[in-house]
T-cell receptor, first 114, second 115 residues
Framework: DQQVKQNSPSLSVQEGRISILNCDYT??????FLWYKKYPAEGPTFLIS?????DKNEDGRFTVFLNKSAKHLSLHIVPSQPGDSAVYFC?????????????FGKGTHLIIQP | KAGVTQTPRYLIKTRGQQVTLSCSPI?????VSWYQQTPGQGLQFLFE???????NKGNFPGRFSGRQFSNSRSEMNVSTLELGDSALYLC??????????????FGNGTRLTVT
């Protein structure tokens, strides 16, 4: 049973426009959410995170929104740049779960078109 | 500061063999975690070590094991390899234990192919 779902395997966006990547989760115990970005042949790189006590967190061009009632989060990238082309993973964790690892979605491949 | 280093980058093994993968964390990081990435299952948590102690283990059989040394370097071992163990194995280090306290810094992974 997949607890973190990224339903769009790929997304194509024009350079300069907004990229919106979506993520849904089913486990109501998750209270901390993260986004990682992965280039080919490299490990994932941490991008941004959000605690369940917030509904928005912003870092430069990246903003993560959390809708707890819908169990949904999204990552907004504005404006999108060619270097943003990568696979984006959504991850979640129950911070009170002791030593649980992160539960990842399967990723969305973002392609920024010039 | 050097990043997380994983060796080897690529490995080809035969069914039934065993394999050991190595991970050197970022200097000062005491937590090391291992994840398996496959096309079908995505990234799945294997285990986390902190101060040489395994804190938790994901839903993997006992053939998967690991250890951490006093210098925080970690090794992962898979015994009696199966074709389904073919995957990218990623090691990640962080300052604190628990994956919400501080971000994970991933290495570039070891690509294991089992034939």
């Amino acid at each position: 049973d997949q607890q973190v779902k990224q339903n769009s395997p790929s997304l194509s966006v024009q350079e300069g426009r907004i990229s919106i990547l979506n993520c849904d989760y089913t486990n109501s115990m998750f209270d901390y959410f993260l986004w990682y970005k992965k280039y080919p042949a490299e490990g994932p790189t941490f991008l941004i995170s959000i605690s369940s006590i917030k509904d928005k967190n912003e870092d430069g061009r990246f903003t993560v929104f959390l809708n707890k009632s819908a169990k949904h989060l999204s990552l907004h990238i504005v404006p999108s740049q060619p270097g943003d082309s990568a696979v984006y993973f959504c991850a979640a964790i129950n911070s009170g779960g002791g030593a649980d690892g992160l539960t990842f979605g399967k990723g969305t491949h973002l392609i920024i078109q010039p | 500061k050097a990043g997380v280093t994983q060796t080897p980058r690529y490995l080809i093994k035969t069914r039934g063999q065993q394999v050991t993968l190595s991970c050197s964390p970022i200097s000062g990081h005491r937590s090391v975690s291992w994840y398996q990435q496959t096309p079908g299952q995505g990234l799945q948590f294997l285990f986390e070590y902190f101060s040489e102690t395994q804190r938790n283990k994901g839903n993997f059989p006992g053939r998967f094991s690991g250890r951490q040394f006093s210098n925080s370097r970690s090794e992962m071992n898979v015994s009696t390899l199966e074709l389904g163990d073919s995957a990218l194995y990623l090691c990640a280090s962080s300052l604190a234990a628990g994956h919400y306290n501080s971000p994970l810094h991933f290495g570039n992974g070891t690509r294991l192919t089992v034939t």
